[in-house]
């Protein structure tokens, strides 16, 4: 069973417009990070958020987790072509350690 | 900086077959986990590791063995390969402990024929 809940799946838009991707659960996360991954390559960490309702911004991405600690967003604001890429939300359970559970992705696609 | 590193990077077998996929870290991290990614579920874990001489299993573990002799290495070994276990498979690693960014290797592409 899947804990962690990505939407959308795809996404694909025009470069200047702006996006929400979504990670929900019906879980507490100790943390919630945003992975980016690039095709034949590995994850790469963007953003960790610790903190019920912290917010993080990272130049044009905010970072939000959500007061319950149970759901993240992330806001794209004009999207560029560079920011096409598959985005990764991954969980921390608090009594996990340092095992994390990712969610299903999202493939974003911004066109010229 | 190395980082993680996997090999290989391609492999297509047979079914049947048994093969290890290798990964080492350079950082001298504690924490070591294998996943698998396919379309549509995201990454899974198959098996982890908090340090030298412990293993665990993690949510995808059947058709796979690990062992963890080094801090720097955690081979996966494939036991009898099927089908469905065509798959990209990432090594990860980390510090332990809590909030700590998890380092990918390139991944490997592994087909089953």
């Known amino acids: 069973t899947q804990l962690l809940e990505q939407s959308p799946q795809f996404l694909s838009i025009q470069e200047g417009e702006n996006l929400t991707v979504y990670c929900n659960s019906s879980s507490v996360f100790s943390s919630l990070q945003w992975y980016r991954q690039e095709p034949g390559e590995g994850p790469v960490l963007l953003v960790t958020v610790v903190t019920g309702g912290e917010v993080k911004k990272l130049k044009r991405l905010t970072f939000q987790f959500g007061d319950a600690r149970k759901d993240s967003s992330l806001h794209i604001t004009a999207a560029q072509t560079g920011d096409t890429g598959l985005y990764l939300c991954?969980?921390?359970?608090?009594?996990?350690?340092?095992?994390?559970?990712f969610g299903e992705g999202t493939q974003l696609t911004v066109n010229p | 900086n190395a980082g993680v590193t996997q090999t290989p990077k391609f492999q297509v077998l047979k079914t049947g077959q048994s093969m290890t996929l290798q990964c080492a870290q350079d950082m001298n991290h504690e924490y070591m986990s294998w996943y698998r990614q396919d379309p549509g579920m995201g990454l899974r874990l198959i098996h982890y590791s908090v340090g030298a001489g412990i293993t665990d299993q993690g949510e995808v573990p059947n058709g796979y063995n690990v062992s963890r002799s080094t801090t720097e290495d955690f081979p996966l070994r494939l036991l009898s390969a099927a089908p469905s276990q065509t798959s990209v498979y990432f090594c990860?690693?980390?510090?332990?402990?809590?909030?700590?960014?998890?380092?990918f290797g390139q991944g490997t592409r592994l087909t089953v024929v």
């Open positions: 990860a690693s980390s510090f332990t402990g809590m909030n700590t960014e998890a380092f």
């Open positions: 991954a969980g921390e359970e608090e009594t996990s350690g340092s095992r994390l559970t």
